[in-house]
């Protein structure tokens, strides 16, 4: 893939995922699935990263969403949030638990819980 091709990728890729955006945070009535955005917003990134000169600031690798409707409420977590990411693959799983035993400064064992994502 040239530059021109991967410029192109990127515009479509961008104006998509903006409208998915505003009709998700804004909107409150998504049209297609969680897992179909994220693989748009993984396309977008990796023709970023090979393609550098290519990111704007106003990429939506840049930027964090949309302001929240005011209908949704402030939850204060008794335990934080330490990650929201992605993974799409074993090896990206692998990569995690690398990452949380490094932050624990511990190899000991991990409990993991699984749930179904629920769009909406």
Not at 54 to 67: E, F, H, M
């Amino acid at each position: 893939m040239d530059i021109n091709q991967a410029a192109a990728e990127i515009a479509r890729l961008r104006e998509a995922i903006h409208y998915h955006n505003y009709r998700y945070y804004v909107l409150d009535a998504p049209e297609i699935s969680d897992a179909e955005y994220d693989s748009l917003f993984r396309r977008l990134q990796e023709l970023e990263a090979a393609f550098p000169s290519l990111i704007t600031p106003d990429s939506p690798t840049q930027r964090v969403g949309a302001p929240p409707l005011e209908s949704f409420r402030t939850v204060t977590r008794s335990v934080p949030m330490l990650s929201l990411e992605n993974a799409f693959s074993p090896a990206e799983v692998r990569e995690f638990e690398a990452r949380i035993h490094r932050m624990l400064g511990s190899e000991q064992a991990v409990e993991y819980v699984a749930e179904p994502k629920v769009d909406g």
